[in-house]
């Protein structure tokens, strides 16, 4: 299944297939195969990372429903729009839905998302005309299918509102989930090495082959290993092993975008149907991980659990 070259529209046609073929009902992570449910999502990935992001967002937005005692609206694509960049955000004002919210993956062909305020998420129907997709406030070098633009909410109404003020980044399943996308990032990056593969045909070339496949395969255990010590004690803080993961996932991405264009070089990255645009998506989506910040915060981490 390829679609690097489809915009969104034919993204979300492509969500929807998978949505009607079952290929989106993955396993709820924390019970009982969570190696499983990233490796699928690793497989997304690897096809295109552009897909995957929306398939990820999907298949999120099902485990926040399950954990809040809920179910998805039968049929529907969904997305999870929580972010709160640069002072924007959604928020509940006498029970509608206000705000900006930015990066909101799938904004003109998903058809509902979980909204989250600081007062608890909505499940929004995206064709009501309050919701409405601010044109051209995506313009990325990479990730442009997946359709991640400014969404203003102008008094939607939020009917019942899911899990209390908290409930969205307290819930174990958000640390789960962020193992989710770092699976994602691992299928990105071996998918760029799958198309570089062929030219390492020198001893530089298979050098950077060599790392490349060392720096995935490292990884792929670190993710195995997390997810299953999560599926052997949900209840327990798995923070510190998916900031290691996710850190892993990215210190591999960067290897990736390094060595990859070294190993291809000019001809093939100016000629090759899609080496580029797999290049830049990874590049633009594994810039979810806040590089040193989250390294500073994982190292604070480690230093508190060991004192």
Known sequence: ????????????????????DGSLDLPLPGHGDTALRWSVL???GRTDLVLARLAEGHTDAVAILAEAGGKPVPDARYGVWAARSGGTGAVLVDGAVHGTVRFCSGAHTLDRALVVTPDGIVDVELSDPRVRP?????????????D???????????????????????????????GGVAAVWLGGAAGVVDDVREHADDPHGLTHLGALHTALAGTDALLARTAAGIDADPAADHATAVAIVRASAEHTARAVLDLAPRLAGATVLSRHERLGDRLADLGVYVRQHHAERDLAALGARLVEESA
């Not at 601010?134 to 997946?146: D, L, N």
């Not at 003020?165 to 789960?176: A, K, M, S, V």
């Open 1 to 20: 299944m390829d679609t690097l070259l489809l915009g969104p529209p034919a993204a979300g046609a492509t969500l929807a297939d998978l949505l009607r």
């Open 42 to 44: 690793t497989g997304w």
């Open 134 to 146: 601010v044109e051209g406030s995506w313009r990325p070098a990479g990730m442009a299918a997946s």
């Open 148 to 178: 991640s633009v400014d969404v203003v909410f102008d008094g939607v109404p939020a009917g019942a509102v899911i899990g209390a003020p908290g409930f969205y980044t307290d819930r174990p399943g958000f640390c789960w989930g962020g």
